[in-house]
């Protein structure tokens, strides 16, 4: 997405209200919490998540941390054991991080969790960052405000600089207080493993070993169990296929060949595909332009784990 200017809005409630209302219509704002700068969207919209990574020109679909204003709020996205709600309670709000079940039913966009089965959830303290989730009243996926590849954004002038025309807003809440990601603390079986270290130590927590669960390559990506054929123009004997544009299929990611509905409905068509009894999956092109990289970054792993 390309505007022609980054509006940079105060953080009392007039500046607070507008990002809120541009959240409400769809786009990512740039936004202080307590660690660093985030690119905040609606988690319940899927195209709204997906002009989150527009914006960033992220290459693939990692998942997103989904903020929230407190532990009632999280606990109806996600299933929290003993261990979270003891770590929580004593850390939250704060710069922690807890990667759960999705709890069924949460209506969570599956672009967030990059179709996976837990969430990352936090209740951050940044006052700024609070105020715009009661004004969303919304769950708000926020990754670093920074282009891809680059580094974290600790005032609103380093988000300018990396994504300055590609937002509409940014609230200027001034330097942020910690400068480091939070840390990320899974609790899924039972005990608590450390995804990725931060501003709060967690001594009960089993250190992930280094490059099984480094962030961003953790906990695999959701993959379909089928064989996936990509490039298909139409779907041959036993393939649903996936298409997209011109190529219609039994599911399309897009009728009319636009790239951000297409990613906020790729991870539900994978697990429709998945679900379907025919045995096998193929998926229309794609073009390898703007979001489509990153789709295509998808589906070209889904399809290599059966090469
Ligand atoms: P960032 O939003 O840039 O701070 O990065 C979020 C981090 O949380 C990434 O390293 C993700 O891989 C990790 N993460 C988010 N959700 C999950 C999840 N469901 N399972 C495992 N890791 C997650
Ligand atoms: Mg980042």
Same mark, same amino acid.
């Given at each position: ?112 969790? &990059? ?8 209740? =951050? $303290?940044? #006052? *700024?960052?609070?105020?715009?989730? /009661? @004004?969303? +009243? ?75 669960? &480094? ?8 993959? =379909? $169990?089928? #064989? *996936?054929?990509?490039?298909?123009? /139409? @779907?041959? +004997? ?70």
């Amino acid at each position: 997405m390309t505007v022609p200017d980054t509006r940079v809005l105060g953080c009392d409630p007039a500046g607070i209200a507008e990002a809120a209302a541009l959240i409400a219509a769809g786009q990512p704002v740039g936004v202080p919490t307590e660690t660093v700068y985030g690119l905040a969207a609606d988690a319940l919209e899927g195209e709204a998540v997906a002009r989150i990574y527009a914006a960033k020109g992220r290459p693939s679909f990692n998942p997103l941390i989904v903020h929230v204003p407190d532990l009632a709020t999280a606990e109806a996205i996600g299933i929290f054991d003993e261990l979270a709600r003891g770590l929580v309670e004593a850390h939250w709000p704060g710069p922690l991080t807890l990667v759960v079940p999705l709890r069924p039913g949460a209506t969570i966009a599956s672009l967030v969790t &990059a179709g996976l089965s837990t969430v990352a959830l936090r209740v =951050p $303290a940044h #006052p *700024v960052m609070q105020a715009l989730l /009661r @004004a969303t +009243a919304r769950p708000l996926a926020a990754p670093s405000a920074n282009a891809s590849g680059r580094i974290s954004p600790t005032r609103a002038e380093h988000v300018l600089a990396s994504l300055g025309g590609r937002i509409p807003a940014v609230i200027n809440g001034g330097p942020t207080q910690r400068g480091i990601e939070s840390t990320i603390v899974a609790a899924t079986g039972g005990e608590l493993r450390l995804l990725r270290p931060g501003p709060i130590s967690v001594p009960g927590a089993i250190s992930a070993a280094r490059g099984i669960e &480094a962030p961003g390559q953790l906990a695999t990506h959701y993959a =379909p $169990a089928k #064989p *996936v054929r990509l490039e298909a123009s /139409r @779907a041959e +004997a036993g393939e649903w296929l996936i298409g997209f544009g011109p190529v219609a299929g039994d599911a399309t990611l897009s009728v009319s060949g636009d790239l951000v509905e297409a990613a906020a409905n790729l991870f539900a068509a994978l697990h429709a595909a998945d679900a379907e009894s025919p045995p096998k999956i193929a998926v229309a092109p794609v073009p390898e332009q703007g979001l489509g990289i990153a789709i295509n970054d998808r589906l070209r792993r889904a399809a290599a784990d059966h090469g």
